[in-house]
T-cell receptor
Framework: DAKTTQPPSMDCAEGRAANLPCNHS???????VYWYRQIHSQGPQYIIH???NNETNEMASLIITEDRKSSTLILPHATLRDTAVYYC?????????????FGKGTRLSVIA | GAVVSQHPSRVICKSGTSVKIECRSL??????MFWYRQFPKQSLMLMAT?????????EQGVEKDKFLINHASLTLSTLTVTSAHPEDSSFYIC???????????FGEGSWLTVV
C-alpha cells in the first residue's frame, strides 16, 4: 500500500508556480521521498528525490518539512507540457529488490 | 533520451495467443527490473520483480504461469502474456534500477490489446 496522501487533482495557471503537496506521516528514517510524473500514455518520468534537505534540479524543487512528515514539489514556471499525474513515493534508498509503490497521485492540469 | 526501452510500444493479438514484451536498459546494467500493469484511469500496479539469473517474484494475485518473466541478461527482461484474453488488455510498464545513478527509470510502456 502507498504510504503517501496526495490531493486527487489541482489546477495551475500557465507560467505560475505549481505547488504539489504530499503527506507521508509514517515515513521512517531510512526512507526517501521520490517524485515521478506520468504524462498520458507514457511511462513515469523521474523528477526529483530527497531525504531531509531541500533539493533542486532543472525540473523542480522539493521542500521537505523538518519532521519529514510532508513535502511539496514545486514546478517554478508551469507550462502546458507539465500537465500530468504526479506521484509522491516514499521508499528506502534504491537498494535490493525494493520496488516503487505507486499511490493514486495528483492530476495536475496546467491551464493557459 | 530513454534509458529504458520497451518493445513493442503497441501490440494487438488474438485471444488465446501469446505475446512477448521486451524491456531493455540502454546505458547501464540492471540486475533488477520491475513489471507493472496499469488499467485506464488507475495507478500503476506492481506485477513482479525480475532478477537476473533467477526466478521472478510475483505479487499476490498475479499468475506466474500466465505472465512469464525472463531476465536472461543484465540488460534485458521479457514479459510474456500467455493465452491472452481481452481482460489482459492493459498498459504494461517496466522499470530498472541504475545503481550508478541511484535512480529507477521507467520504460515508455507497452499497450496490449487482446481481441
Amino acid at each position: 500500500d502507498a504510504k503517501t496522501t496526495q490531493p486527487p487533482s489541482m489546477d495551475c495557471a500557465e507560467g505560475r508556480a505549481a505547488n504539489l503537496p504530499c503527506n507521508h506521516s509514517t515515513i521512517s528514517g531510512n526512507e526517501y521521498v521520490y517524485w515521478y510524473r506520468q504524462i498520458h500514455s507514457q511511462g513515469p518520468q523521474y523528477i526529483i528525490h530527497g531525504l531531509k534537505n531541500n533539493e533542486t534540479n532543472e525540473m523542480a524543487s522539493l521542500i521537505i518539512t523538518e519532521d519529514r512528515k510532508s513535502s511539496t514539489l514545486i514546478l517554478p514556471h508551469a507550462t502546458l507540457r507539465d500537465t500530468a499525474v504526479y506521484y509522491c513515493i516514499v521508499s528506502p534508498r534504491y537498494s535490493g529488490n525494493t520496488p516503487l509503490v505507486f499511490g493514486k497521485g495528483t492530476r495536475l492540469s496546467v491551464i493557459a | 533520451g530513454a534509458v529504458v526501452s520497451q518493445h513493442p510500444s503497441r501490440v494487438i493479438c488474438k485471444s488465446g495467443t501469446s505475446v512477448k514484451i521486451e524491456c531493455r536498459s540502454l546505458d547501464f546494467q540492471a540486475t533488477t527490473m520491475f513489471w507493472y500493469r496499469q488499467f485506464p484511469k488507475q495507478s500503476l500496479m506492481l506485477m513482479a520483480t525480475s532478477n537476473e539469473g533467477s526466478k521472478a517474484t510475483y505479487e499476490q494475485g498475479v499468475e506466474k504461469d500466465k505472465f512469464l518473466i525472463n531476465h536472461a541478461s543484465l540488460t534485458l527482461s521479457t514479459l510474456t502474456v500467455t493465452s491472452a484474453h481481452p481482460e489482459d488488455s492493459s498498459f504494461y510498464i517496466c522499470s530498472a534500477r541504475d545503481r550508478g545513478a541511484n535512480t529507477i527509470y521507467f520504460g515508455e510502456g507497452s499497450w496490449l490489446t487482446v481481441v
